[in-house]
């Protein structure tokens, strides 16, 4: 791994894989559309000499294909994540993710690199009836777009494997927080208390279960498993690791130490029903056995990850204005 190419790069966890992999001393290319991402994200990295920089969109073919040259590994992360307004813009997930992803994976192709990591999501498993849930899990009925959109990249980047020979790398993430966070519910409740500290609205009855990850031990991960070559020796060449903590919580008990943290006690107003909005999965936590097994363990708990990422948006206020643009 000398020459990265990252997509998403400019994103809450693309911009602090640039860092890591310019730490490292290995190149990186970054590529984003900066509809989401943040330029001011990637102020450290756009310092490094070994850092380039090219602002581009997944649907234009030639233009990635031109950016790429030079890379030996993709990490794909770009993509769009508004998993709660999927069925307001289908076509969005099908674009920003799996046709995204195929021109990604004949980027490669034309510059004859075979290496590719992609982030996928524990959503794929939907309302799965195993707890905690192991990568060779069946898969249910899907229960949102983006979750049917990443498995669509999944079986891509597993087919490009097979035919081409190229080497996959699949993580299943929980929901990642930490600095650089600009989406999510510790966002949206922040936001939320900013306005008015007295009231907090929730989506859904709070006794959603969830697990959370902090993105640097996300990143330790990914990057642990792309430099034992994992792929390499697996029988299709293409390996999937679930990404979590041996944990979750409840939307509640994350609440609470969002508050807790910020010094106020809100009246909390539920919306109702089990889930908080249609395809929000009311039960997500990973079974992470397969990639502890492979020397990696996260540094710290879901609410030390809570309390780091409104830490940084309270010193980050800046990122709320922002997104509104």
Not at 119 to 124: L, M, N, Q, W
Not at 132 to 143: L, R, V
Not at 277 to 284: K, L
Request: aromatic share 10%; net charge neutral.
């Amino acid at each position: 791994m000398n020459r990265v190419f990252v997509t998403g790069a400019a994103g809450f966890i693309g911009s602090s894989l640039c860092d890591r992999l310019l730490d490292a001393g290995i190149e990186v290319v970054g590529w984003d559309d900066l509809s989401t991402g943040q330029i001011e994200f990637l102020a450290q990295a756009r310092k490094h000499p070994s850092f380039a920089f090219n602002q581009g969109d997944n649907l234009d073919k030639a233009s990635l294909q031109s950016a790429m040259k030079g890379c030996d590994t993709i990490v794909h992360l770009a993509a769009n994540a508004d998993v709660r307004f999927g069925l307001e813009h289908p076509a969005k997930d099908l674009q920003q993710n799996t046709i995204a992803t195929f021109n990604v994976l004949e980027a490669m192709r034309a510059n004859s690199i075979n290496r590719i990591a992609f982030a996928s999501t524990g959503s794929v498993y939907g309302e799965t009836k195993i707890i905690p849930t192991p990568e060779d899990a069946p898969f249910p009925i899907q229960t949102s777009l983006y979750a049917a959109s990443k498995v669509a990249g999944e079986a891509l980047i597993q087919a490009y494997c097979e035919g081409f020979g190229f080497e996959g790398y699949i993580f299943r993430f929980v929901s990642i927080l930490g600095e650089r966070y600009t989406h999510g519910h510790v966002f949206d409740f922040y936001k939320q208390l900013m306005t008015d500290p007295s009231r907090l609205r929730v989506l859904g009855d709070g006794t959603q279960k969830k697990s959370y990850l902090y993105v640097q031990d996300c990143l330790s991960a990914l990057l642990h498993i792309l430099k034992r070559d994992a792929a390499k020796s697996a029988r299709h060449r293409c390996v999937i690791y679930n990404l979590g903590v041996d944990e979750y919580c409840t939307l509640t008990d994350s609440i609470s130490w969002i508050c807790a943290r910020l010094g106020v006690t809100p009246e909390l107003e539920f919306t109702g029903g089990r889930q908080g909005w249609v395809g929000d999965n009311p039960f997500i936590f990973l079974d992470t056995a397969k990639i502890r097994s492979a020397g990696w363990q996260p540094a710290l708990t879901i609410r030390q990850a809570v309390e780091k990422t409104v830490d940084w948006l309270r010193a980050n206020e800046w990122v709320f204005q922002s997104r509104a643009l």
